[in-house]
């Protein structure tokens, strides 16, 4: 698992995925490889196989909060989104952990469902504690402006571009000229 980590940091994602891949084997009962193995292969862009070794994970740690997160996120992503098991795995992961990354998955599987009140209150909590997140300042955003607040949806997202870079910010500029015209 340590050669694992170095092997990511520099920069070779597939030598540490294997890696990983076998501390994970060595120890079946230790689920944080498995776990560094899944976000990797995620971050390559395999969803297919990041939800496999994520459902594996939950199977074999009911506890996991982050798998749990992982997978409610990449199911409430997907073309045709499962909302229900989402719900249910980011309610859960909530229950056992909730931080702000874990609060902002499950406002935004309460967005996807058009619990858009529910949604707002839990990104606004998760804003309030990781101030510098700026995804979860455009999710924030996204709920304000299906809430019907404009204007605050409009600053939100505006904010949350002008901060710099952040994975959603090209949905966060189209959000903003969807909400202009």
Known sequence: AGLAGLSARAGDAPRAIELFDEAAKANPADTAPAYAAAQLVFRAGDVTAARQRLEAIVQRDPGHAGARNDLAWLLAQQPDPDLERALALAEEAHRIDPGPEIADTLGWVYLQRGETERATKLLESALERRPESQSIRYHLGVALG????????????????????????????????????
Do not use: H, K, P, Y
């Open 146 to 181: 299906r809430q019907g607040e404009r204007q605050r949806a409009i600053e939100m997202l505006r904010q949350a571009v002008e901060a710099g870079s952040f994975a959603e910010a090209d949905e966060a500029r189209n959000e903003i000229s969807r909400l202009e015209t």
